[in-house]
């Protein structure tokens, strides 16, 4: 059973910058694609940055330029560097991986709170 465990959420000031990490237990080069979504309170889950395996990424038009998707196959972890963090990325991020051949995995989620 794959698992995907974030962390690295909390409180940050806007304009600060936090990074989020995603430990799976298994390697990532076996997922297609692995990426990040954020539900904010009454809002549906969005699409922030994806990650496919070839290394192509793609961003949210929100976040674009301001977060950066990466990750690191010796440690099978996912990073999401975010700056210039806003008020309205506060949010639950949720890890999100899913494998070759279909399945789709979730972590819990980790909360980021952007306020003064």
């Known amino acids: 059973q794959v698992q995907l465990v974030e962390s690295g959420g909390g409180l940050v000031q806007p304009g600060g910058s936090l990074r989020l990490s995603c430990a799976a237990s298994?390697?990532?080069?076996?997922?297609?694609?692995m990426g990040w979504y954020r539900q904010a309170y009454g809002k549906q889950r969005e699409l922030v940055a994806r990650v496919i395996s070839g290394g192509s990424t793609n961003y949210a038009d929100s976040v674009q330029g301001r977060f950066i998707i990466s990750r690191d196959g010796a440690k099978n972890t996912v990073y999401l560097q975010m700056n210039s963090l806003k008020s309205e990325d506060t949010a639950v991020y949720l890890c999100?991986?899913?494998?070759?051949?279909?399945?789709?995995?979730w972590g819990q989620g980790t909360q980021v709170t952007v306020s003064s």
């Open positions: 298994g390697t990532i080069s076996s997922f297609a694609a």
């Open positions: 999100n991986g899913v494998h070759f051949g279909g399945a789709n995995y």
